[in-house]
């Protein structure tokens, strides 16, 4: 048996209406971990897994363990969104509760080098 690759792991802090970093870069094949953390109301985030452009929706450009962890939302517990970023590309993250009157414009970018 041979150990899964290591994960890098990012943490990301979610307040009303930003994500701190609001870029956050990984190189393709990486194995990653973003872990979102509510400064304030209960935020989580979700990520496109088709990068920014593309036009195959086939076969998702980020594969998740946990595809439901995608966009999941829980008070008090940070979110933990464990994915292979396999195509390159850049990928939205977005807020993924209604958090106020600016939610729509809360995102952030995972952008995946070559
Ligand atoms: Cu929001």
């Known amino acids: 048996m041979h150990s899964p690759p290591a994960a890098k792991v990012i943490e990301i802090s979610a307040k009303k ?3 701190t970093p609001k870029e956050v870069r990984v ?6 971990q973003l872990k979102i953390h509510s400064v304030d109301v209960a935020h989580g985030a979700k990520l ?3 990068p920014q452009g593309s036009k195959d929706k086939s076969t998702p450009g980020l594969k998740f363990a ?7 939302v829980e008070k008090n517990v940070d979110q933990v969104l464990d ?3 396999v195509e390159a590309g850049t990928y939205e993250i ?8 600016s939610h729509g414009r809360m995102k952030a970018k995972l952008i995946v080098d070559e």
């Open 94 to 101: 977005k807020s993924a509760k209604l958090c106020g009157m």
């Open 83 to 85: 994915f292979v970023a």
């Open 27 to 32: 190189k393709k094949g990486d194995r990653v």
């Open 17 to 19: 209406y930003e994500f």
């Open 48 to 50: 496109d897994v088709y």
């Open 66 to 72: 946990e595809p439901n962890q995608n966009g999941k």
